[in-house]
């Protein structure tokens, strides 16, 4: 893990990137699968940094890759603000590790790296972080990265059904 760094999506990665959204085809298939897909991917990021052509409900965005040498290992959003929809259900920042990475401490760390570049990029003081009430995982990583759970909520998925929602601050 020491060669490990955030990058910009490029082109250099894709391939890495490609085989990473298969695994998340292939082993999450009925989750709401979080990686764009790589046709995609670099405008995508490219888009919703410089704040063109943005769905209404979305908000801009800095997307960055974890990388260890040449390999992709996961992708994270940093929301520059929050709506009302966004402070209820997704919050500052999300962060997703390929599958064949789980459990060897890879969530844990891009969430450490996504809060110190919060901090130093953006000057925020705290971030919202949520996860389903049902990612254990995903609490697990927030809460070794400092995040004091404020309560647990109804929201509404992608998909269109209710769901709990932790939401997570956490003091920079």
Known sequence: MENIRLITPCEEYLSSYI???????????GEDEFF??????????YKYLNNIDIPKER???TMLWLVDDKEFIGSL?????????LLLSDGHIGAEIRY??????????????A????????????VLITCSEKNY???????????????VVE??????????????WINL
């Open 19 to 29: 085989e990473a959204y298969k695994e998340d085809v292939k082993y999450r298939s």
């Open 36 to 45: 764009c897909p790589p046709e995609i991917v670099i405008e995508q990021a």
């Open 59 to 61: 908000v801009p965005s």
């Open 77 to 85: 959003d940093i929301r520059h603000y929050l709506t009302d929809k």
């Open 100 to 113: 064949s990475k789980w459990n060897k401490g890879y969530g844990t760390k891009i969430l450490k790296m």
């Open 115 to 126: 809060l110190q570049y919060a901090k130093d990029k953006f000057h925020f003081e705290r």
């Open 137 to 151: 995982a995903s609490a697990r990583v927030i809460e070794k990265n400092g995040g004091i759970l404020e309560n």
């Open 155 to 168: 929201t509404i998925n992608d998909n269109g059904e209710k769901v709990m929602t932790k939401r997570y």
